[in-house]
């Protein structure tokens, strides 16, 4: 029997498998969330092609619908009836239960990673000119201040960095330092984990403040040799010469 | 016998009637003591010295919220409803086909019943805000007061020409018809400068600019000029008319539910398909548009850009994306239930490029939904080192949504295509090359696409916006002005091999041109909370603090509980609206059918284009239809 039921469902299957068992073996495991957004989608995908026409309707709905009105069911598929209209309730209780009833476990945390600056550090430009000697002295002062976290290839990975949750940042990710312009890092350095706001969860954050520490001059120079070593440029309203 | 009039004052009268006494007194004074008791708090300061006054209960920020969004929902159907009733009349005038005539009247008969409540809402809102708002409202006066005068002005040109064009529109046939026509080209382009100025004193609010000295007419023109007012303008226009064209579209769906004769099934089948036609028309540059003016608030203000994009509103974005992809899938499918339903035999011809499309059509609205930061528990979030996919992550930035969202318009461009293809046999002798040509230019563009969406993760971002993301929108563009003319001369030549059958699309079809429609004023609901919420805490930004007690933006839950509201409270209106809008219409046919009955059997007349409206015809269509 392949009808559309057979099939949806196989696929329904397929996309889960994959989903939790097959990519997690080639990268990190998906959340719980991501999954079951993808299986939605694919559930409306097979709602939607099998409800096009008169014909597909009745192939996908119809042993459904004949299934659940009972008529004419004797023996095995009365039972299974039956079955299907006590336990899927219970199912949906359960499943109500579940997420209802208290945990020890934390709540899915919803953190924003880029809040937005504070108006004081919005428009800066770095004041140094970007030639070989500042990256230079950038790259040097990352290696001593930076690279114990985020890492002497700056991807995060830090001989420290097993010892932080969340980890530190990965600037050869395009999703990161790419997207930010200069002057967001300068906040984020001088300020630090502390100076987030708290839809950013300061609490969830190691970074120093590293105004304590070291110049402006150093931040700023800093930034020009992450994005140098990174491969990566700041977000900018003007393109480079 | 009653006229249709008597019959319509009836059922109002009827309707007042039967509403407990108690339940209308409640209602009136209700309404009256909200003002009133906002007065009286700020009765014990000096008249000048009034900042804020508050509404009790339910807080004047959140009745604004209400009144304006109904307000602005109001507007965008009455603005964006003359542009495409213009358009229609036009084409029944070129082409002498009166149903679009007829269409055209009766966008315009929908347009004429919402209009009036439009009004009251600006009013009330008005009169909200010069309450409860008074030191922002004294500044805004201050820097805007010309254009009020002029904003005036337009309203009255509006409603002068509104009643001339839909009053003088059987009047204004035959020879008059090019003087009707201009009337609806005066009433666009009225309704433009009337959308253009209020927009201009809300994007003041987000991006002001300097305003040096001069006098009040320069002053208020100069402050127009802000940088979002222009983007906020195409956006706006365009989404107005993707509202109009969905509401439209929805109303043509529940009378295609209610109808009980194959004449009226017909005719709200047609009119529901140009409903979803036009929304779907409005929606594929929509998003061009948005990404424009996304590009001017981030280049305005570096915070304001993050704040909506990558800070504490970035979730809204997502939700934006899932009602999007919600209104993509809607429309496509009303656009294949039409094949599989409208031209019989044609489904199984069109189930595997049916198939292929919804597959395309998943897998972008996957990427878009897919966000950059993901809700994980604290054991998933260390298994993926932070709450950033290593791998799925990369699905999280612009060049990723930006990529799938031209695919989609693409896919959606030609589910169209198929659909006015489907049933028809070219004839002409380049048809074949032609058609050649066509998939290889899509499949290239499809692949250009993609290829300048990955290219964009590796060069700096302006590269990026302002090159590799126009040459997206460019290669779709492309796609769409050489594919429309090249299969309109194509089915110029063609024969018909299987015709058209209005008024056999199924039950589901009239409940997803509802669905579009909820989807799209939730959509608005959400992005003018975004818009609004951009601002944080400040009346206009950087300029006038909000000092009130409200100075704090609501949270997600709380606003997406508002945003159901308004949308729930909009569609009663726009419900209510209808209903009264069309009693009329049910008064003739039931005059009608009285007249009818009169009649002695058999000497009936066969209704135009339609078969007998015998009691055994329509229930034989309501059971068909309900397959």
């Not at chain 1, 976290?149 to 830090?158: E, F, I, L, S």
């Not at chain 2, 089948?269 to 061009?288: A, C, Q, S, T």
């Not at chain 2, 100075?551 to 997406?560: I, V």
Request: net charge neutral; charged share 15%.
């Amino acid at each position: 029997m392949r009808g559309p039921i057979a099939s949806g469902s196989i696929l329904l299957l397929g996309v889960f498998v994959l989903l939790k068992f097959i990519l997690p073996l080639f990268t990190a495991p998906l959340p719980a969330s991501l999954i079951y957004l993808y299986m939605t989608l694919t559930f409306s995908g097979i709602m939607i092609f099998g409800t096009m026409s008169a014909s597909s309707l009745e192939s996908l709905m119809g042993p459904v619908f004949r299934f659940l009105s009972g008529e004419g069911q004797s023996g095995t598929s009365k039972m299974a009836r039956l079955a299907v209209l006590v336990l899927f309730p219970l199912l949906v209780g359960w499943q109500t239960y579940t997420s209802l009833a208290p945990s020890d476990l934390p709540p899915a945390e919803n953190r924003t990673i880029h809040p937005a600056p504070p108006g004081e550090f919005v428009g800066l430009a770095n004041p140094y000119q970007k030639n070989e000697a500042n990256i230079n002295m950038g790259k040097g002062l990352y290696a001593a201040y930076c690279s114990p976290c985020h890492g002497a290839n700056y991807d995060g990975k830090g001989p420290a960095a097993p010892g932080f949750n969340p980890p530190p940042a990965n600037f050869a990710d395009p999703g990161t330092i790419a997207q930010l312009q200069e002057s967001y890092l300068f906040w984020r350095i001088k300020k630090g984990g502390v100076g987030l706001p708290v839809e950013a969860m300061p609490w969830k954050s190691a970074m120093p403040r590293w105004e304590v520490e070291l110049p402006d001059e150093f931040i700023w120079k800093i930034i020009m040799g992450e994005y140098d070593g990174a491969h990566q440029s700041p977000r900018t309203w003007e393109e480079e010469e | 016998m009653k006229s249709a009039d008597q019959i319509q004052q009836s059922s109002v009268t009827r309707f007042l009637e039967k509403m407990p006494t108690i339940v209308k007194c409640v209602s009136f004074l209700s309404v009256l003591l909200l003002p009133v008791i906002a007065l009286a708090a700020g009765a014990d300061t000096k008249p000048m010295s009034v900042e804020y006054r508050d509404v009790p209960w339910i807080g004047s920020r959140n009745l604004i919220w209400i009144v304006a969004q109904q307000h602005l929902l109001l507007a965008g159907f009455v603005l964006g409803v003359p542009i495409f009733a213009w358009v229609c009349e036009i084409v029944g005038w070129k082409t002498g086909e009166k149903r679009y005539d007829n269409l055209a009247k009766e966008f315009t008969k929908l347009l004429t019943s919402a209009y009036a409540t439009t009004a009251l809402f600006g009013g009330i809102l008005l009169f909200l805000l010069i309450g409860l708002y008074p030191k922002l409202m004294a500044y805004l006066s201050e820097m805007f007061f010309p254009s009020f005068m002029i904003y005036c002005l337009l309203f009255l040109a509006e409603t002068a020409v509104l009643y001339m064009y839909w009053y003088g529109w059987d009047y204004m046939q035959g020879n008059k018809k090019a003087f009707h026509l201009f009337l609806g080209f005066l009433l666009n382009l009225f309704a433009l400068g009337i959308m253009a100025i209020p927009n201009s004193w809300a994007t003041f609010q987000a991006s002001p600019v300097v305003v040096a000295d001069g006098d009040a007419w320069v002053r208020a023109w100069t402050a127009m000029q802000n940088p979002t007012w222009m983007p906020v303008n195409i956006h706006r226009l365009i989404a107005n008319v993707v509202l109009g064209g969905f509401i439209v579209g929805a109303y043509a769906g529940i009378r295609y539910l209610l109808a009980v004769s194959q004449e009226e099934r017909e005719h709200y089948d047609w009119m529901g398909y140009v409903g979803n036609f036009i929304g779907v028309f409005g929606m594929l540059p929509l998003p061009f548009a948005g990404y424009w003016l996304m590009r001017e608030v981030y280049q305005y203000n570096q915070q304001m850009g993050i704040t909506l994009m990558g800070g504490f509103l970035a979730w809204l974005f997502i939700l934006q994306a899932m009602l999007i992809g919600v209104l993509f899938l809607g429309a496509n499918y009303y656009f294949w239930m039409g094949i599989a339903h409208r031209i019989p035999g044609s489904e199984k011809q069109y189930k595997k490029p049916i198939m292929a499309m919804l597959v395309i059509l998943l897998l972008c609205l996957g990427v878009w939904m897919t966000p950059h930061t993901l809700v994980a528990s604290l054991a998933e979030a260390q298994k993926m080192g932070g709450t950033h996919h290593p791998l799925l992550g990369v699905f999280g930035v612009m060049s990723a949504k930006m990529t799938v969202a031209n695919i989609m318009i693409l896919v959606t461009f030609m589910s169209f295509i198929m659909y006015w293809r489907a049933g028809k046999q070219e004839t002409a002798g380049w048809a074949k090359a032609a058609k050649v040509m066509m998939n290889v230019l899509l499949a290239i563009a499809g692949i250009a696409v993609i290829v300048l969406g990955v290219w964009g993760y590796f060069v700096p971002a302006i590269i990026r916006i302002n090159y590799f993301s126009v040459a997206q929108v460019l290669i779709v563009g492309f796609i769409m002005v050489t594919f429309t003319p090249l299969t309109w001369l194509l089915l110029k030549s063609a024969k018909t091999t299987t015709e058209m059958v209005w008024g056999k699309m199924p039950i589901r079809a009239g409940y997803s041109l509802v669905l579009n429609a909820v989807m799209v004023i939730l959509l608005m609901s959400l992005m003018g909370y975004a818009r609004s919420s951009s601002r944080v805490h400040w009346h206009i930004y950087g300029v006038m603090r909000d000092t009130s007690e409200y100075a704090f933006s609501p949270a997600l839950g709380y606003a997406a509980a508002f945003m159901s509201l308004n949308t729930f409270v909009y569609c009663l209106l726009v419900s209510f609206i209808f209903w009264v809008a069309t009693l009329g219409d049910k008064a003739k046919a039931q005059q009608a059918k009285a007249e009818m009955s009169d009649v002695p059997a058999g000497a009936a007349p066969t209704m135009a284009g339609g078969a007998p409206s015998s009691r055994e015809n329509i229930e034989s269509g309501i059971l068909e239809n309900h397959k």
